[in-house]
């Protein structure tokens, strides 16, 4: 039986499950972004923003950077789905989303945290700001990267024995 599969399923039409689950988690990861990239945008033209010091500058320019390319990596693979559609690449395609999810979220955890970080300095100070950031840098870096990365060596350690 195929991993997470009906044993009645071909490769067109895992493929096709694969893909429709992956595009179905992108969709929630780009709302998500969608509000910290929105709200970032906003934050130059708010009166307060002229306070913000050179370091919540730059905490602000990585954390609009960041949303960017996370937004990209999300939106990417609805856009060369349809570009690519019935061209017989729909593995492909799969392949690159899932890559481009994980870019997609590396970007996002760091805007995240640069986003806290922006919002903590400037209502905290420095020292405060730090440490929040950190606590979502390795919130993020645990549940989003590492834990699964432990998950899947786990795996193939009882699959070696």
Do not use: Y
């Not at 009645?8 to 595009?23: A, C, F, G, I, T």
């Not at 050179?54 to 950077?65: D, E, P, R």
């Amino acid at each position: 039986m195929p991993a997470n599969g009906n044993p009645d399923e071909n490769p067109k039409e895992r493929v096709d499950r694969e893909l429709s689950e992956l595009l179905q988690g992108l969709r929630v990861m780009v709302t998500g972004v969608q509000v910290l990239f929105a709200f970032l945008f906003a934050m130059p033209f708010q009166t307060g923003f002229a306070k913000v010091d050179t370091s919540g500058h730059w905490l602000f320019f990585i954390a609009l950077t960041s949303s960017a390319a996370a937004s990209v990596c999300f939106i990417t693979p609805a856009v060369q789905h349809r570009l690519l559609f019935r061209t017989g690449l729909k593995e492909k395609m799969l392949h690159r989303a899932n890559e481009l999810g994980v870019a997609g979220a590396i970007s996002l955890a760091i805007a995240m945290t640069t986003a806290v970080a922006l919002v903590a300095e400037v209502v905290l100070g420095n020292w405060l700001a730090i440490l929040f950031g950190a606590a979502v840098a390795l919130a993020t870096s645990w549940l989003w990267i590492l834990q699964p990365i432990v998950d899947l060596h786990r795996l193939h350690d009882q699959e070696d024995r």
